[in-house]
């Protein structure tokens, strides 16, 4: 792994925004005592390493309202559980835009 604070900042302030947002989120649907859909989803992610996965499943975990449950390094997917399977589409999204491409350059998959 070659050190690039750059990305390194920029995933750690993406993943504080996103806790921040889901964590309001989360709040809201407890407060309002109304369950909206939870489930399973999958996630395919772009090619990285394994270690670039994990870090991927654990930041995920991380946020509020959603968890990785499994990650197949073959077919490059990861079993999420969400709180409100209502916003999948925006879910997947935002891990995408905000922390696979930057986790992705920091672990990239091995050429072996």
């Known amino acids: 792994m070659r050190f690039r604070p750059f990305i390194m900042c920029?995933?750690?302030?993406?993943?504080?925004?996103?806790?921040?947002?889901?964590?309001?989120s989360t709040a809201r649907i407890i407060l309002k005592h109304t369950a909206p859909p939870a489930g399973f989803v999958q996630f395919r992610f772009v090619p990285m390493s394994m270690t670039g996965a994990a870090?991927?499943?654990?930041?995920?975990?991380?946020?509020?309202?959603?968890?990785?449950?499994?990650?197949?390094?073959?077919r490059r997917e990861i079993l999420l559980h969400l709180?409100?399977?209502?916003?999948?589409?925006?879910?997947?999204?935002?891990?995408?835009?905000?922390?696979?491409?930057?986790?992705?350059?920091?672990?990239?998959?091995?050429?072996?």
């Open 10 to 24: 920029r995933l750690s302030l993406r993943f504080f925004g996103h806790c921040l947002l889901s964590g309001v």
């Open 55 to 74: 870090v991927l499943g654990a930041l995920v975990t991380l946020t509020p309202g959603s968890s990785a449950i499994d990650i197949d390094m073959e």
């Open 83 to 112: 709180l409100d399977t209502r916003l999948t589409k925006t879910s997947i999204e935002a891990i995408r835009r905000d922390f696979e491409h930057d986790i992705s350059l920091l672990f990239p998959e091995s050429s072996s």
